[in-house]
């Protein structure tokens, strides 16, 4: 029986960085994205923020989200078993401009091929592996007031890297789990579109078998989970209820994010996965379009703690 389709995109990659301002100035200042949420994690006791960044109205899969870990004085080790590098659609004519930007602004440059595109390969301030990759035929609506002028900016999530010291394991995972379907190879690279493929829906396993496994617990310096859009909630429940059959029973229970509501499972190779449903009003739930990021949103959860909340967290000057 053929599996339908379910997973159809990135809907946001989430990382663990270093300083909160480091991280919100690399992402708003560096890469010209636009800053749509500031608010903190929903999980656990001691507060650690939550930044998001995407286009204009902070849609599917241009976002990238960060919990800068500096504060909680916890480093986690790159590796394998673990989401290593996150790549950012760009158009094909802009990859000398951001190669010059980039080195402008401090940052160590490599130009590369893989799959027929070519990219520059650099490093978040925290270490973690990036991408910007050119594309020509990538319609998604760019943010253009953050200081790069929409014909050159970033259009949002391209793919992801996932490192694995091998792969079988994670084509059962994604062949009869997740919708995947393989299409290339490059090296010890293998590539998986998802839902209509391309550019936001691309899953890249890097075969690195000499390589120790990375950390799972929140720290400085991983990438932390790579987040799917699936339609409605009822398409939700039924990829947890096939990852469950399929014997991956430590599929999450459905949890609120606020913006969107998710479920997580730990892929046999280790990288974290979530499903995850946008509500209708997306990152304007708690503030209009004109104000979107403007102001720290503090979590339902934490609503009580809000004056403690405030007064831990490090500053963040926006
Ligand atoms: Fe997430």
């Known amino acids: 029986m053929a599996q339908p389709a379910v997973i159809e995109r990135h809907h946001h990659i989430t990382l663990c960085t270093g300083g909160a301002q480091e991280d919100y100035d690399f992402h708003t200042k560096v890469l010209a994205m636009k800053s749509v949420k500031k608010t903190a994690l929903y999980d656990g006791d001691v507060p650690i923020y939550h930044l998001y960044y995407g286009n204009d109205l902070g849609e599917e899969s241009t976002l990238v989200t960060s919990f800068p870990m500096r504060q909680s004085g916890r480093k986690a080790r790159r590796g394998t078993g673990q989401t290593r590098t996150l790549a950012l659609s760009i158009p094909t004519s802009a990859v000398g401009f951001w190669a010059e930007r980039l080195r402008a602004h401090g940052f160590e440059t490599k130009p590369a091929e893989r799959f027929g595109e070519k990219l520059v390969a650099f490093q978040h301030p925290c270490g973690i592996d990036y991408e910007l ?46 919708s995947g379907r393989k299409i290339a190879t490059d090296r010890n690279y293998v590539r998986y579109h998802v839902g209509n ?11 690195e078998p000499d390589l120790p496994p990375a950390s799972w617990m929140y720290g400085e310096g991983v990438v932390h989970h790579c987040a799917f859009q699936v339609a409605d909630l009822d398409v939700q429940a039924a990829v947890k209820f096939r ?47 004109e104000k979107l990021g403007t102001a720290f949103q503090v979590p339902p959860v934490f609503a009580s703690r809000r004056d403690e909340i405030l007064e831990y967290l490090e500053p963040l000057a926006y």
């Open 133 to 178: 990759v050119g594309i020509a035929d990538d319609a998604r609506k760019p943010y253009g007031a953050g200081g790069v002028p929409p014909e050159l900016a970033i259009r949002g999530t391209h793919g992801i890297t996932v490192s694995v010291r091998d792969l079988e394991s994670s084509e059962e995972f994604m062949h009869h789990a997740w």
């Open 197 to 207: 493929g391309g550019t936001g829906a691309i899953v890249d396993f890097v075969i």
């Open 243 to 289: 990852l469950e059959g399929l014997g991956f029973t430590d599929t999450s229970d459905r949890k609120d994010r606020g913006y969107f509501q998710s479920i997580y499972v730990r892929t046999p190779a280790g990288a974290l996965f979530e499903a995850t449903v946008s509500k209708p009003e997306g990152m304007q739930i708690d503030e209009p379009y």
